[in-house]
Protein backbone atom coordinates (compact mmCIF):
# COMPACT_ATOMS: atom_id res chain seq x y z
CA UNK A 1 0.00 0.00 0.00
CA UNK A 2 1.49 3.60 -0.76
CA UNK A 3 0.69 6.90 0.97
CA UNK A 4 1.84 10.39 0.63
CA UNK A 5 2.06 13.69 1.92
CA UNK A 6 -0.28 16.55 0.08
CA UNK A 7 1.88 17.92 -1.82
CA UNK A 8 3.82 14.60 -2.97
CA UNK A 9 6.82 15.34 -1.49
CA UNK A 10 7.50 12.62 0.89
CA UNK A 11 5.97 8.95 -0.41
CA UNK A 12 6.12 5.91 1.71
CA UNK A 13 4.81 1.94 0.76
CA UNK A 14 3.56 -0.64 3.81
CA UNK A 15 3.17 -4.27 3.02
CA UNK A 16 1.15 -4.84 6.17
CA UNK A 17 -0.34 -2.52 9.38
CA UNK A 18 -0.52 -3.98 12.31
CA UNK A 19 -4.61 -5.16 13.62
CA UNK A 20 -5.45 -2.50 16.08
CA UNK A 21 -6.12 0.89 13.98
CA UNK A 22 -7.42 3.70 16.73
CA UNK A 23 -8.87 6.49 15.99
CA UNK A 24 -7.73 8.62 18.68
CA UNK A 25 -9.84 11.37 20.04
CA UNK A 26 -6.95 13.19 22.65
CA UNK A 27 -6.70 16.66 22.05
CA UNK A 28 -2.88 16.76 20.32
CA UNK A 29 -4.29 14.66 17.94
CA UNK A 30 -7.38 16.84 16.70
CA UNK A 31 -4.77 19.88 17.09
CA UNK A 32 -2.19 17.93 15.09
CA UNK A 33 -4.35 16.69 12.41
CA UNK A 34 -6.97 19.48 12.61
CA UNK A 35 -9.70 17.19 12.41
CA UNK A 36 -12.20 15.56 14.94
CA UNK A 37 -9.51 12.75 15.49
CA UNK A 38 -6.83 11.10 14.71
CA UNK A 39 -6.62 7.81 13.19
CA UNK A 40 -3.19 5.85 13.68
CA UNK A 41 -2.25 2.49 12.37
CA UNK A 42 1.08 0.69 13.69
CA UNK A 43 3.40 -0.83 11.61
CA UNK A 44 6.75 -2.55 12.15
CA UNK A 45 10.10 -1.35 10.92
CA UNK A 46 10.66 -4.66 8.60
CA UNK A 47 6.93 -3.29 6.77
CA UNK A 48 8.14 -0.28 6.06
CA UNK A 49 10.23 1.76 3.55
CA UNK A 50 9.88 5.68 3.14
CA UNK A 51 10.21 5.40 -1.17
CA UNK A 52 10.69 9.35 -1.52
CA UNK A 53 11.16 12.79 0.45
CA UNK A 54 12.71 11.22 3.96
CA UNK A 55 14.81 14.96 4.08
CA UNK A 56 11.51 16.84 4.17
CA UNK A 57 10.42 15.04 7.00
CA UNK A 58 10.24 17.44 9.89
CA UNK A 59 9.54 15.92 13.73
CA UNK A 60 7.72 17.48 16.86
CA UNK A 61 8.29 16.31 20.25
CA UNK A 62 4.74 16.51 20.70
CA UNK A 63 5.39 15.13 24.93
CA UNK A 64 8.29 14.02 26.67
CA UNK A 65 7.49 9.99 25.49
CA UNK A 66 6.45 10.83 21.98
CA UNK A 67 7.54 12.75 18.23
CA UNK A 68 5.00 13.39 15.64
CA UNK A 69 6.43 13.32 12.01
CA UNK A 70 5.18 15.99 9.40
CA UNK A 71 6.04 16.99 5.62
CA UNK A 72 7.95 20.22 6.24
CA UNK A 73 6.49 21.54 2.74
CA UNK A 74 2.64 21.04 2.98
CA UNK A 75 2.19 20.11 6.93
CA UNK A 76 0.72 17.07 6.19
CA UNK A 77 0.68 14.91 9.80
CA UNK A 78 2.70 11.53 8.75
CA UNK A 79 3.24 8.98 11.99
CA UNK A 80 3.34 9.31 16.06
CA UNK A 81 6.53 7.23 17.49
CA UNK A 82 7.21 6.63 20.57
CA UNK A 83 11.10 8.05 20.83
CA UNK A 84 14.29 6.30 20.92
CA UNK A 85 11.92 3.15 20.07
CA UNK A 86 12.79 1.11 16.87
CA UNK A 87 8.82 -0.65 16.71
CA UNK A 88 7.94 0.99 13.58
CA UNK A 89 5.41 4.03 13.38
CA UNK A 90 2.22 4.66 13.73
CA UNK A 91 0.99 6.01 10.29
CA UNK A 92 -1.71 8.61 9.91
CA UNK A 93 -3.70 6.36 7.82
CA UNK A 94 -5.48 9.54 6.20
CA UNK A 95 -2.09 9.87 3.87
CA UNK A 96 -2.49 6.14 2.50
CA UNK A 97 -3.43 6.70 -1.05
CA UNK A 98 -5.21 3.25 -0.99
CA UNK A 99 -7.37 1.44 1.43
CA UNK A 100 -5.43 -0.30 4.16
CA UNK A 101 -5.40 -3.99 5.26
CA UNK A 102 -7.41 -3.59 8.78
CA UNK A 103 -10.37 -1.16 9.39
CA UNK A 104 -9.96 0.82 12.74
CA UNK A 105 -11.60 -0.77 15.31
CA UNK A 106 -11.39 0.99 18.43
CA UNK A 107 -11.82 4.61 19.74
CA UNK A 108 -9.55 5.91 22.04
CA UNK A 109 -8.97 8.72 24.45
CA UNK A 110 -12.67 9.36 24.25
CA UNK A 111 -12.83 11.22 27.64
CA UNK A 112 -11.06 14.33 25.15
CA UNK A 113 -14.00 13.81 22.38
CA UNK A 114 -14.90 16.63 20.71
CA UNK A 115 -18.45 17.12 20.84
CA UNK A 116 -19.44 18.21 17.61
CA UNK A 117 -18.74 15.67 15.01
CA UNK A 118 -21.87 14.01 14.46
CA UNK A 119 -22.02 10.50 13.14
CA UNK A 120 -20.76 10.77 9.59
CA UNK A 121 -23.08 8.31 8.18
CA UNK A 122 -25.93 10.14 9.41
CA UNK A 123 -25.62 12.87 7.24
CA UNK A 124 -26.60 14.04 3.97
CA UNK A 125 -23.94 12.58 1.31
CA UNK A 126 -22.65 14.58 -1.84
CA UNK A 127 -20.31 13.13 -4.31
CA UNK A 128 -18.85 16.28 -4.50
CA UNK A 129 -19.28 19.51 -3.07
CA UNK A 130 -22.61 20.97 -1.93
CA UNK A 131 -23.00 22.25 -5.34
ZN1 LIG B 1 4.29 17.41 1.55
ZN1 LIG C 1 -4.15 10.99 20.28
Same mark, same amino acid.
Given at each position: ?27 ? =?? $?????? %????? !? ?7 ? *? ?18 ? =?? $?????? %????? !? ?7 ? *? ?38
Amino acid at each position: MLGSCLCGSIQYRVNEFEPNIANCHCSM =CR $KSSGAA %FATFA !GVKPENFTW *LKGESHIKVYESSEVAERGF =CE $KCGSSL %FYKVK !GNNTGYEIA *LGTLDEEPNHKPNANIYCSYKAQWPTNSEQLKEYKEGRG
